[in-house]
């Protein structure tokens, strides 16, 4: 299918204008961005402080469950949407959020039944939490959809919104979990609330899902959607490997350990986990406009996110223990041994998503999947490895030695991509 955007033959915006427009997109992702990441942070010490160390592991591992079906529908519907369908008529838009956010739905609904079966299999708090997660992931995967349509269209405001009325809804059913005091009211309570937002979006959008589309959608987006999906999984699902793998090596306590250091750098995780939702949109309108500028604005993307994330964690360090007990409870102890080794892997997943992004806008679907391959079995290997090795402390570790060995790998092919790039968009010159 050929890719829908901008007649190349409309005249380029000055370039004032031009990088005002930008600025002021970006600002919209990153308060969309900090909301999400307040959201997640306040979801993640709040069950932190609640429960004890191996029932936050089962809520963990619940949560990187939900990582890795978030990463199948953002690589089968969201994905293709903010490629093709940035910047276009808002025809062309509308049909293409129906069926993409119907394609959410479905995959939400298709897993979310899977995870109520194994859930029942497995019992126990773990058990609970997935069964719990299945009922809420069509909800939670339809408002993450949302955000995708709004970034796509250039109203990130929109979408900033959208996580507000998340967070909104998210304190009174808090305070009911709480009361309850079990892992499955946190994982009801933190679906239910996304539901309410899933739901807004409609309103916000004028837009119903419509789910019978996704199988056109699919197939007329095969080429991108299916790569995406085995890159998206393998991102996450290395993630999800490594929680299983040391809880089995270390125990499910380890798990609770990894996911409360976690939480110290959550604001840069959560940046990093939906950076497409901004990033991959502008990288797009910047190939479209100025194609030579694309490699500069790839590199003070991922450069600027890892020299934050730096900074963060130099922050981190400076924390005094009561201040650390406060946010996280008993879990700190553990957690604040791993923030150096986990800054410095945020620090290089940061780099290597400006990469990333010049990759998707550019449509080097197959230099993408590569790229994510190798970054995820370097995480796997390191983080089990390490954890073999060292326990928790190692895992830690060998994740960060792998993420700065991927983000090379990713900038490499980045470079290839655009030599390439301007190769083809050289005219040939015919002798006569």
């Known amino acids: ?31 969309d961005q ?53 910047g276009v008529s808002d025809v062309s838009w509308r049909g293409a959020v129906a069926r993409s956010s119907g394609t959410a739905l479905g995959v939400g609904a298709a897993i979310g039944a899977v995870c109520l079966v194994v859930g029942s299999a497995l019992g126990g708090p773990v058990g609970t939490a997935f069964a719990c997660l299945g009922v809420m992931l069509p909800g939670l995967l339809l408002q993450d959809a949302w955000r995708y349509a ?58 119903r899902p419509w789910s019978s589309g996704a199988r056109e959608w699919l197939r007329e987006h095969r080429d991108l ?46 940046v990093l986990m939906g950076l497409s939702l901004v990033t991959v949109a502008e990288a797009a309108r910047v190939l479209r406009r100025s194609p030579h500028r694309l490699g500069t604005f790839c590199l003070l993307l991922g450069g600027g996110q890892a020299a934050a994330a730096l900074l963060w964690g130099t922050a981190l360090l400076l924390m005094p223990d009561r201040a650390g007990e406060l946010v ?16 410095l892997g945020v620090a290089g997943a940061g780099l290597g998503t400006g990469a990333a992004a010049g990759l998707r806008a550019l449509g080097a679907a197959r230099r993408s999947l590569r790229s994510q391959l190798f970054a ?18 190692g895992s830690a570790w060998g994740v960060a030695a792998a993420t700065v060995c991927g983000s090379a790998v990713w900038w490499l092919h980045l470079r290839s991509a655009l030599r390439r790039h301007r190769q083809d968009s050289v005219p040939e010159v015919r002798t006569t």
């Open 328 to 343: 996280l409870g008993g879990v700190w102890h553990s957690a604040s041994e791993l923030i150096v080794p986990a800054t």
């Open 225 to 270: 959607g299916y790569r995406y999906l085995v890159e998206n999984v393998s991102n996450s699902g290395a993630g999800q490997l490594r929680a299983y793998g040391l809880g089995a090596i270390v125990g499910v306590s380890a798990v609770g350990v990894v996911r409360g250091a976690e939480l110290l750098l959550g604001p840069f995780l959560a």
């Open 376 to 393: 995820s079995t370097c995480y796997v290997g390191g983080g089990l490895g390490g954890a073999a090795v060292a326990g928790t402390i």
């Open 34 to 86: 900090a909301a999400s990441s307040l959201t997640n942070f306040a979801v993640g010490i709040h069950v932190a402080r609640s429960l004890g160390l191996a029932a936050f592991g089962a809520f963990s591992l619940a949560w990187v469950t939900y990582g890795v079906v978030l990463s199948v529908s953002r690589g089968l519907a969201t994905d293709p949407l903010v490629v093709r369908f940035s």
């Open 1 to 31: 299918m050929a890719t829908e955007g901008v007649d190349p033959r409309t005249p380029a915006p000055p370039a004032g204008s031009a990088r005002r427009a930008i600025v002021g997109r970006l600002s919209w992702g990153l308060a």
């Open 150 to 207: 709004f970034f796509a269209a250039g109203t990130g405001r929109k979408a900033f919104v959208n996580d507000l009325v998340w967070g909104v809804a998210l304190v009174p059913a808090m305070v009911v979990a709480a009361r309850v005091g079990s892992v499955a009211a946190f994982v009801l309570a933190w679906g239910a609330s996304a539901t309410v937002a899933a739901a807004y979006g409609c309103l916000q959008s004028g837009i």
